[in-house]
């Protein structure tokens, strides 16, 4: 028997989840099913690609059972999935894995620890157990192994690790509930709960439970109705893969719900786009625009939330190939006919098929999302609301689908509320105009105060507001819009478009030629050049950058980035 102490983060995360989470206790029972849908998922695999574990053969199955006789009520959950050895517990249970999980947990404010997504989304699920139990016991066998394990804790720094026997592969959790969770020892409830969170677990939960019923035919000695113990287990779940399901079937609430549970959001997605592809590829994608952007979507250790499956077995959410990294906002699962079922990170990456998915799910999101853009412009609102910048990056990394994406993006504009497309800026350009204007390098509203607008507006051109950080970034290459070039009016180059027809580019007169001077002698080294222009209409003076020159903005960044 070894004591162990916890890694002073998990003794952090357990006490913040403890004391910031009771107003959704209920999520325990959630993050442990599906802990053991995870095992069951790896273990399936196993069997069939690991020579080890080919002849093993097993029904994956969910027990849940409770007692709540004497002083202890218990609740267990077991599992025959892939167990934990000595070593994975103490690492699994032991420490905070990701690196992520401990950046998120200082990133916290008040408000946000008291929301139970953020902590599902994290993987901190299993010590979720501490918010009802006093005591979590974890006995486990992994498969292929001959010990069992016991790991057991009170949650208050330290747990233990001791020799134990199961009978076969698989991991049984029993919970000693405290007050707050005392509620859980109960039928109905957990029946509840697993409807709500957990009714599309791809493998069935079995309840077992005693059911009393009273005999009244049959008096015992004293004359009162023969009482009946009958001990059942029922399957409580309804383990139904829903993507499988033809669309005509699904109703809209059945997708979102089953979106609120394989993707741990409190809120309905934004949208969803379910296809079943038939003929050289067969595969089937369900994929759902969470109503809000994963807010670690910027992260380097950000985990897409697609899932992939290959016939009904789960093969990884892990892999950053199912859909191209602008489009990791996206959540839900691909699962495939034709892939071979041990196909490995390094295969997926090349594999012919596997190419063939993304390059028809791509297109299919971006149509979809061009069609939303065109039949229901407020919904296409929320959505750049959240995903204008991803779309963004998306015009420099997928060259292939830079005109579906140019469609899609939005900016702000010096004329109209709210965001614009291209298309709508081309349909408002005046009939003399040859290119599509706009100003980067600030904040919306500096921009939009800028005195390098007032030429343009006095034309009655449009210049799109770039405020974004990543618009000096992708602009470049943008390049043009159905052959309309695209220029920084504060980059030198623009001006010669608002010159009247026929109009000489205007000569330095002997006055400005002076008037220069005596600021370039003022200004020195501080510019590289000052000439006279044309662009300004009430303003004396403006700055701008030369047209071959990074702008203020991209020097901002070049120079956080150590250029
Ligand atoms: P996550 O599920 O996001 O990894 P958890 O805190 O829920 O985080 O679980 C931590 C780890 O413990 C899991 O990744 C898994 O390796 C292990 N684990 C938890 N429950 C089980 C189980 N029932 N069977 C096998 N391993 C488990
Ligand atoms: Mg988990």
């Not at 009430?538 to 150590?562: R, T």
Request: cysteine-free.
């Amino acid at each position: 028997m070894e004591q162990k102490k916890f890694k002073t983060e998990v003794s952090e995360l357990l006490h913040l989840i403890i004391h910031s989470l009771y107003s959704h206790k209920e999520i325990f029972l959630r993050e442990l099913v599906s802990n053991s849908s995870d095992a069951l998922d790896k273990l399936k695999y196993l069997t069939l690609t690991d020579d080890k574990l080919k002849n093993l053969t097993f029904e994956p199955r969910i027990d849940i059972s409770f007692s709540e006789e004497g002083e202890d009520r218990t609740l267990t959950i077991s599992d025959n999935g892939l167990g934990m050895s000595h070593d994975d517990l103490a690492d699994n249970l032991g420490t905070i894995a990701s690196s992520g999980t401990k950046k998120f947990l200082s990133s916290l404010t008040e408000e946000q620890k008291k929301d139970s997504n953020l902590i599902g989304q994290f993987g901190v699920g299993f010590y979720s157990a501490f918010m009802v139990a006093k005591k979590v016991e974890v006995v486990s066998r992994k498969a292929g192994e001959e010990q069992a394990w016991k790991w057991s804790s009170t949650g208050k720094g330290s747990y233990i690790l001791e020799e134990a026997k199961r009978e076969s592969q698989g991991t049984t959790i029993t919970l000693y509930l405290n007050e707050e969770g005392s509620e859980y020892a109960n039928r109905w409830q957990i029946e509840q709960l697993v409807k709500k969170y957990s009714d599309h677990i791809a493998y069935p939960i079995f309840l077992s439970y005693d059911q009393t019923s009273y005999d009244d035919k049959k008096k015992d000695d004293e004359g009162n109705p023969l009482k009946k113990v009958e001990h059942k287990i029922e399957q409580i779940n309804s383990s139904s893969a829903l993507w499988r399901r033809s669309k005509s079937e699904l109703t809209d609430e059945e997708y979102k719900e089953f979106y609120k549970q394989s993707s741990y959001d409190s809120e309905d997605p934004l949208f969803y786009l379910h296809t079943r592809a038939e003929g050289a590829t067969e595969y089937i994608t369900l994929f759902f625009i969470p109503s809000k952007a994963p807010f670690d979507m910027y992260y380097a250790d950000y985990k897409p939330g697609v899932k992939l499956y290959v016939k009904r077995v789960y093969i990884t959410d892990d892999d950053k190939e199912l859909l191209p990294s602008y489009l990791r906002f996206v959540r839900g699962i691909i699962d495939s006919e034709d892939l071979p079922l041990n196909v490995s990170r390094e295969i997926l990456q090349q594999n012919r098929v596997m190419n063939a998915i993304r390059t028809a799910s791509v297109k299919k999101l971006l149509g979809e999302f061009q069609k939303i853009s065109e039949q229901n412009p407020d919904l296409y609102a929320k959505f750049i609301e959240q995903y204008n910048r991803p779309l963004k990056e998306g015009l420099y990394s997928d060259y292939a689908n830079r005109d579906a994406l140019l469609e899609l993006v939005r900016f702000k504009s010096s004329s109209e509320d709210g965001y614009v497309s291209l298309a709508s800026y081309k349909e408002r350009m005046k009939s003399d105009q040859k290119s599509i204007y706009y100003i980067t390098g600030g904040k919306e509203e500096t921009l939009k105060a800028s005195p390098l607008l007032e030429a343009y507006r006095k034309k009655g051109y449009e210049v799109l507001i770039m405020s974004d950080d990543i618009d000096d970034i992708v602009v470049g290459s943008i390049g043009t819009y159905k052959e309309l070039p695209l220029k920084a009016i504060n980059k030198s180059g623009a001006v010669d478009d608002l010159k009247e027809e026929g109009e000489e580019k205007k000569k330095d007169t002997k006055e400005a030629k002076a008037l220069i001077k005596k600021v370039k002698k003022a200004l020195g080294d501080k510019v590289k050049d000052v000439v006279a222009s044309s662009r300004l209409a009430d303003s004396p003076a403006v700055v701008v950058v030369d047209e071959n020159d990074p702008s203020v903005q991209m020097q901002q960044i070049l120079k956080s980035m150590g250029q």
